[in-house]
């Protein structure tokens, strides 16, 4: 237990340190995000009156912006150069169609589920357990998109459920850590927004910290409205942060089983 321990010590130092490195050499990053939202709110209201066609028109831009973050995020954990400006037209559909083919997969299972229990008195409970599941099993699917480059959507999810079998107690401790505040009801909150969409859904990707770090704030007792404030200037921030974080830790993972990485710890 104790070689257990040293060994994810030492794992989330070492990811800790590639991300503020990746952090400081990619700071452009966070207007990007910033633009990517602006626009998703523009073309919502603008496309909000066009019912399913809108929807559909929705998830292709939805997809467009997740894409383009996967890409730069991916050159950021690379680390070979900073990020410029004349990177963001060219990250602009990578990865676009892996993003709508794992979103269908998903997508097309849960409307047919919820429209089986439309007339079901359980329909809640059973919706929200399927969406801890999706969000528990799917939940490094960015990750293994932009990382691992498997040809199917198939492959995409079975690796990412092979990653979560292997590595789900270094994976989801810090996002334990960062909720356990606020009890099992917030958990299961936002695992019932991410699993909606598999992971890929750009506002859950903006939302999570935005949500996370106002429960932390009121926590600490910081008026509303001065917090309001504080979260809409952190936000973007942490959601960078966050991206790089999970980047380089999935691949430090991918890389090295637990047991190498217990071996590797008492030999420092």
Not at 7 to 31: C, D, E, G, M, W
Not at 134 to 163: C, D
């Amino acid at each position: 237990m104790q070689g257990f321990f040293q060994a994810t010590v030492r794992l989330y130092h070492q990811s800790l340190l590639a991300t503020l490195q990746s952090f400081r050499k990619n700071l452009l990053l966070i207007p990007v995000l910033l633009v990517f939202a602006l626009g998703l709110v523009l073309i919502t209201s603008i496309i909000a009156p066009l019912g399913m066609i809108g929807g559909f028109i929705l998830g292709a831009v939805n997809a467009l912006c997740i894409g383009s973050t996967l890409s730069l995020t991916e050159q950021a954990i690379r680390g070979a150069r900073q990020l410029q400006w004349q990177d963001i037209p060219q990250s602009m559909g990578q990865y676009f169609w892996d993003v709508i083919s794992v979103g269908f997969m998903v997508w097309f299972p849960l409307l047919f589920l919820e429209m089986g229990l439309q007339a079901n008195p359980y329909q809640p409970l059973i919706a929200s357990a399927v969406f801890f599941l999706i969000f528990v099993l799917l939940n490094p699917v960015p990750e293994v998109i932009y990382q691992s480059r498997k040809g199917s959507a198939l492959e995409v999810v079975q690796e990412s459920y092979e990653f979560i079998l292997e590595n789900w107690i270094e994976w989801f401790l810090p996002v334990a850590i960062a909720v356990a505040p606020f009890g099992l009801s917030f958990f299961f909150e936002i695992s019932n927004q991410a699993g909606r969409r598999g992971g890929l859904d750009f506002w859950h990707l903006i939302t999570l910290p935005f949500t996370v770090l106002s429960q932390w704030l009121s926590l600490l007792g910081i008026p509303s409205n001065t917090s309001g404030i504080i979260v809409l200037l952190i936000t973007p921030i942490a959601t960078v942060f966050m991206l790089l974080f999970r980047g380089h830790l999935f691949a430090a993972l991918h890389r090295s089983s637990r047991r190498q990485r217990m071996f590797q710890s008492r030999m420092q």
